[in-house]
């Protein structure tokens, strides 16, 4: 039963567009929301996060939005860089548990065309 | 400033041998994680520590056992090596429990 789910398996965008990552989520427990990023051979690093008190939280070129009614959160790339091709994870956890595990789905690979 | 080191970056097994797989970190983190990727899949918890001496299972925690001694170290154990343990195994640490620092991973392969 997959609670964190990125549908798209891979996204491919031009150099200087707008890359939109979207997930969604079944557990209406989760209340905290975050973005990782993950290079090859590489560990995954932590981009951005949002509460669920927030429907919008900015860092820079990268926005996540939230749509607690929709279950779905999605991450917005502005303006998309070759560097940003990575594996994209959206994760999500119950802010308020007293273990703080994250839940994560399956990974979107972004490709970003110079 | 190393982070979260994990050793080795590779290995073989065989079925049947036993290994472990080395974690620490140097941030005073109170959280530790052990994880495992499979291909095209996304990272299922193994493991867990919210402190020295305590430990939990995760979601996939059979075939696997862990100690936490230390703040730093969080030893993942495989006893009796198996083909559905070929992965990609992260360790994490975090301060809160969320924003979560990763290691570079192992990749282990058992034959």
């Known amino acids: 039963d997959q609670q964190v789910k990125q549908n798209s398996p891979s996204l491919s965008v031009q150099e200087g567009r707008i890359s939109i990552l979207n997930c969604d989520y079944t557990?209406?427990?989760?209340?905290?929301f975050l973005w990782y990023k993950k290079y090859p051979a590489e560990g995954p690093t932590f981009l951005i996060s949002i509460s669920s008190i927030k429907d919008k939280n900015e860092d820079g070129r990268f926005t996540v939005f939230l749509n607690k009614s929709a279950k779905h959160l999605s991450l917005h790339i502005v303006p998309s860089q070759p560097g940003d091709s990575a594996v994209y994870f959206c994760?999500?956890?119950?802010?308020?548990?007293?273990?703080?595990?994250?839940?994560f789905g399956k990974g979107i690979t972004l490709s970003v065309r110079p | 400033n190393a982070g979260v080191t994990q050793t080795p970056k590779f290995r073989i097994l065989k079925i049947g041998q036993s290994m472990t797989l080395q974690c620490t970190q140097d941030m005073n983190h109170n959280y530790m994680y052990w994880y495992r990727q499979d291909p095209g899949m996304g990272l299922k918890l193994i493991y867990y520590?919210?402190?020295?001496?305590?430990?939990d299972k995760g979601e996939v925690p059979n075939g696997y056992n862990v100690s936490r001694s230390t703040t730093e170290d969080f030893p993942l154990r495989l006893e009796l090596a198996a083909p559905s343990q070929t992965s990609v195994y992260f360790c994490?640490?975090?301060?809160?429990?969320?924003?979560?620092?990763f290691g570079d991973g192992t990749r282990l392969s058992i034959l």
């Open positions: 994760a999500a956890s119950v802010l308020t548990g007293a273990n703080s595990k994250l839940t």
């Open positions: 557990n209406s427990m989760f209340d905290y």
């Open positions: 520590s919210v402190g020295a001496g305590i430990t």
């Open positions: 994490a640490s975090s301060l809160q429990g969320w924003e979560q620092h």
